[in-house]
């Protein structure tokens, strides 16, 4: 239990062993980000093969086996790539990625992200709903790009929300050693955002870029509430995962800056 404005209140979700997903118990949910289908033709100008899909596919098989199962899924933003349109790749994609997980869940609910524009792959799908929010309990779920995050906040104030959960950033850790070895591990931080508890979701993409948490000024961040000054980045906690050592708990990132920088 913790006090958030005054308030005993509970942590309503954890952490999937190892993986970039988050698990709503109460609800049954699993909750990822970021999986911008369709980003390998963006990038070659022409419709590839996807190793992207059958990655994303494996890890979301994974995380419901990590967490017992699940019911229902929910994707906080970016689950397609292109802005401009669906490209040929992602009409091919999202609809195998949606029968895919409606294989083994319910329900499906996207909180629209930047990339979500011009969802025409989605609507065939009844069991798929497009929100701009999401709030569940005392949490809400917004993807993080939003410039208007202050009335958001005031929103969220007047809610009695105690945490919110974004995405957007693709957190990640340049992890290296003195002779030069670098690895990137995904990340998610927590931290406060004024009065309320924020955790940032790392991308569930292997492929999609996103901020070196650990090396990037704050100025560098992809959102504008974490560029703002209602966050402050370096008194963030941050926990990486990875499917072989699990979650990893590191020191607020200006400890962890500090010791990155010296490497």
Not at 5 to 21: C, D, H, M, T, Y
Not at 65 to 82: R, T, Y
């Amino acid at each position: 239990m913790r006090e958030v404005s005054g308030k005993s209140v509970q942590r309503r979700f954890e952490i999937v062993e190892g993986l970039p997903a988050i698990f709503f118990c109460e609800e049954d949910a699993i909750c990822i980000a970021d999986l911008h289908l369709g980003y390998e033709s963006s990038l070659a100008g022409i419709s590839l093969p996807s190793r992207q899909l059958q990655e994303v596919e494996r890890k979301f098989e994974l995380a419901l086996k990590n967490c017992g199962g699940a019911s229902k899924l929910i994707i906080n933003g970016d689950l397609k790539h292109v802005f401009s349109e669906a490209s040929r790749q992602e009409w091919a994609e999202v609809p195998m990625f949606l029968d895919f997980v409606l294989s083994f869940v319910r329900e499906i609910i996207l909180v629209r992200g930047n990339h979500d524009t011009f969802l025409g792959p989605l609507r065939r799908f009844k069991e798929v709903e497009v929100v701009n929010s999401l709030e569940i309990g005392d949490v809400l779920l917004i993807h993080g790009h939003n410039k208007d995050f202050i009335h958001i906040f005031e929103w969220a104030k007047a809610r009695g929300i105690a945490e919110i959960v974004i995405a957007h950033e693709h957190p990640f850790l340049i992890l290296g050693d003195r002779v030069g070895a670098r690895v990137r591990v995904p990340c998610f931080l927590r931290g406060r955002f004024g009065g309320f508890r924020i955790c940032v979701l790392p991308a569930f993409s292997p492929l999609a870029g996103g901020t070196a948490v650990n090396v990037a000024a704050k100025s560098e961040f992809l959102s504008p509430i974490l560029r703002s000054d209602f966050v402050q980045i370096d008194e963030m906690e941050v926990l990486a995962v990875d499917e072989s050592a699990g979650t990893l708990k590191f020191p607020a990132l200006k400890k962890w800056k500090a010791f990155s920088l010296r490497l």
